[in-house]
Each structure stands twice: as structure tokens, then as C-alpha cells.
């Protein structure tokens, strides 16, 4: 288990960082399933950003979860990376 991983273990046991963690739950997801479109796509960051029309930094910051993706850059990345974007309430 990487250093990283250990300490969020470890923090999670704290209520408060729980909390706060979990809030941010749909934006971990989110910004994980941008990572894993394009991954499966076989892209770089740059490459991506180049379909897109936008710049690596744009997408490096979705990446991480800091922007919250409108539906039209969603639709932009599911584009750019051979997806279906599919958006439902659970």
C-alpha cells in the first residue's frame, strides 16, 4: 500500500475528515471516471485537451476533481474519447 493510501486509511478514522471526504464523494467519482475514459482511450492529458480544443491544464484540473465539468465539456470528453456520457439520479 503506498504512503498515501496508509495516511487516507488512517485519516478516515477521524469523524470529521470523514465527513468532509464523503461529501466530496460525486466529485472523486466524477473526476475518476474522466480519468478511466480516458485511459481506456489510450489518451495523455494533452492528447485529450488536442480533441477537446482546450488546454492540459483544463484538464488536469478536471482530472483532480478542483472543476466541477458542465454538460457540455462532459459531452465534449465522452466525444473526444469514443464514450457515451450517460447521466442518471440513482
Known amino acids: 500500500m ?3 493510501a496508509e495516511l487516507h486509511k488512517q485519516w478516515l478514522q477521524d469523524a ?3 465527513k468532509e ?3 466530496l464523494e460525486d466529485e472523486f467519482a466524477l473526476a475518476r471516471a ?3 475514459a480516458r485511459s481506456k482511450a489510450g ?3 494533452e492528447e485529450l485537451a488536442e480533441r477537446m480544443e482546450t488546454s492540459q491544464s483544463t484538464i488536469a484540473r478536471l482530472e483532480s ?3 466541477m465539468p458542465s454538460g457540455k465539456t462532459l ?3 465522452a466525444k473526444a474519447t469514443g464514450t ?3 447521466i442518471r439520479f440513482a
Request: proline share 0%; net charge positive; hydrophobic share 35%.
Open 21 to 23: 471526504y464523503e461529501a
Open 84 to 86: 457515451k456520457l450517460e
Open 2 to 4: 503506498t504512503r498515501i
Open 75 to 77: 459531452s465534449k470528453v
Open 43 to 45: 489518451l495523455t492529458q
Open 34 to 36: 474522466i480519468i478511466e
Open 65 to 67: 476533481g478542483k472543476a
Open 16 to 18: 470529521h475528515y470523514r
